[in-house]
């Protein structure tokens, strides 16, 4: 599962650093919008090459926001987005891609899967066309050439014979299909880094573990690097070598997957963990710790942004702002004053809270 | 595994067929089974049979001028022929039957000066009923009836086609426009469509018709710019507003496409649909538009349908009732039909391309 890539003088593959993005609420023709959505408010982060790394959290919160940015398919408001250039070695800033030939060489080295097999792909043209089109946008190859390509990368995601599916259309295929030809359009053009956007929420669970043992295998093959965007833990154990758990624009807490599982600070994490379905019926789940929904981020005051449904608030968590993302050992970060330097839990015990309510 | 970065480019051929050769079959697959969803409904079949049938008597025409009618233009041109039949009357005093029998004045009108009571006259008539020469009888200056109908299927034809892709066109290209760039090219399109919706279409053409000469293609191309760039395109661009929100556009846009590649490959082939759809209905409002027109006697068009009821009007037959059946009723059944036939297709084909309306 887990991938020791060799990882060529310890630096990132991509390296995410302030990363703001707001969205305007209202907008009339002339008058300039007051209040902002905080969608991705101050996130940093980096990738290794060849690792994968998981962002995890509930709808709303920013995770596919962040992975638009990284494709730039959305612009951000602030902060810079670095990825390396496969040839010359570079840390590119995706924010700052003014020319042609830099857009160019940015769409060879990162790609997307995308969540919804079944709209991703346009109905009106075939399997060929669809993989073989970062090709013919980027007029790379002849005609054949592009067949041979194609042919090669549909056999490498296991759609066997891969000629009997060169002229299908999307709506011929069934989902776990559609999506492996997904992962091949992704792979076409060799990218580094590829950000997959819940590629196995719309699917089956039954072709789930499929899709996604191919995708650790075709990153073990070629190196791919993945930003792994996913709502389900369960998913990102399996898939990511660390794992992010945002909240609300603002990733909580980082850590490598083993280490965050095992032991999880940050109280939404927590929560996330103690939600996840055990197969077990004499199990007893313990309470979900945290109450209400997810708030608005519409201009959030600049205290904990947790702080609405942390059970565990005290005086300090709506005195200053939101804590600051640090490491507390073992390449763990937590962003939460309740958590001690050494990792420690500062907040008050659980046997308490069970009295207080 | 092989790792695909580093496999040349060189090898054997993948493919024993060229590309297009495939595209062709796909084509003509996705005809075959959207034929299959087509004939299903009756309604499409008989359209096609009525619009078949008029497309056979546009061909027909300049046949029938090449071999059974050579060297007979004088009698048969639709426009400039004419023909006067020969029709024996017996003067009578009290007429009861006009056509074969006529007063004493009438009698000296045609130039008999001394008419009796039982004399065969021989005069020609125009309009002249249908007979033998003329199937369908001839107009009030003598021209053949059925020549001036089967020119006016290929006027109507040129016309249709005419308006029907020039609107459809602009309006594809307005509405995928508008609705990818959204924003002030949004704006301006769309109030640009409202203004020419405005605009009532019969009045302005009117008016345009009084300054300049509008000829078919002129009307075809001014209907198509009317509509094309009206309430076509803000139908079509609804239809765009719902395709451009499909990931697929990202995928694109991810794939290195630009704006233009994702307009031409995206989402215009998932709007051309519903743009053939309207096409069949531009067409039937083309021939409508082209009818009221010439009835007006406002286009320098040689000859139409509405060119033959206004024909008729003028020279005095429209409130004749029946007695003059062959001057209204082919040219005012074939603009009819000829309408009712592109309605009739185009309503089938709503069915193949609107999955929600398929009964199976």
Known sequence: MTQDMPTPNGEAAVKVENLRKLFPVSKGMFRKATDFIHAIDDVSFEIKPGESLGLVGESGCGKTTTGRILVKLDEASEGSVGVRDQASGDLVDVTHIKSKSQRKEFRRNVQMIFQDPYESMNPRRTIFDTVAEPLMVQKIGSIPERERRVVELLNLVGLTPAESFLFRYPHELSGGQRQRVAIARALVMNPSFVVADEPTSMLDVSIRISIMRLMLELADDLGVTYLYITHDLAVARYMCNRIAVMYLGKIVEMAPTEELLQRPMHPYTRALLSAVPVPDPSYRRPEVQIKGGVTKAVNPPSECRFIERCPFVQDVCSSTDHPPLDDRGNDHQVACHLVADSGEWLGAPRAELDLRS | ?360
């Open chain 2, 1 to 360: 595994m092989t790792d695909v970065r580093d496999t040349d480019m060189m090898g054997a051929e993948v493919l024993d067929e060229s590309l297009w050769k495939i595209r062709m079959r796909l084509l003509w697959r996705s005809f075959k089974r959207n034929w299959a969803l087509f004939s299903q409904s009756k309604m499409g079949v008989v359209g096609v049979v009525i619009v078949g049938f008029f497309g056979f008597l546009a061909i027909l025409h300049p046949i029938l001028m090449a071999t059974a009618w050579k060297g007979q233009e004088a009698i048969y041109d639709p426009v400039i022929g004419a023909d006067s039949v020969i029709v024996e009357k017996t003067v009578v005093t009290e007429v009861t039957d006009p056509s074969t029998e006529m007063s004493f004045t009438e009698a000296m009108i045609t130039g008999e000066f001394f008419p009796e009571e039982g004399m065969i006259i021989e005069v020609p008539i125009a309009p002249a009923p249908p007979n033998a020469k003329h199937l369908l009888g001839t107009d009030p200056f003598g021209r053949d009836i059925f020549s001036q109908l089967m020119f006016g299927a290929r006027a109507a034809f040129i016309l249709g086609v005419i308006a029907a892709t020039s609107a459809v066109v602009l309006a594809t290209v307005v509405g995928s426009v508008a609705a990818y760039y959204g924003g002030w090219m949004d704006t301006w399109l769309m109030r640009q469509a409202d203004l020419i919706l405005l605009l009532p279409l019969l009045p302005l053409l009117i008016v345009i018709g009084s300054f300049w000469e509008i000829g078919l293609w002129q009307l075809g191309i001014l209907i198509g710019i009317l509509s094309g760039l009206g309430a076509t395109a803000i139908i079509l661009k609804s239809q765009a507003l719902s395709v451009k929100v499909k990931p697929f556009n990202d995928a694109a846009r991810v794939a290195g496409g630009g704006n233009r590649h994702i307009i031409v490959r995206h989402i215009i082939p998932n709007v051309l649909p519903l743009s053939f759809l309207f096409m069949m209905f531009e067409v039937t409002g083309a021939i409508f538009l082209e009818a009221t027109l010439s009835f007006f006697g406002l286009l320098s068009i040689p000859m139409s349908w509405g060119i033959m009821i206004n024909t008729s009007h003028t020279q005095g037959y429209t409130l004749f009732g029946l007695r003059a059946w062959w001057l209204l009723f082919p040219a005012g059944l074939a603009v009819t039909l000829f309408a009712a036939g592109f309605f009739l297709i185009g309503r089938a084909m709503d069915v193949v391309v609107n999955p929600r309306l398929r009964t199976r």
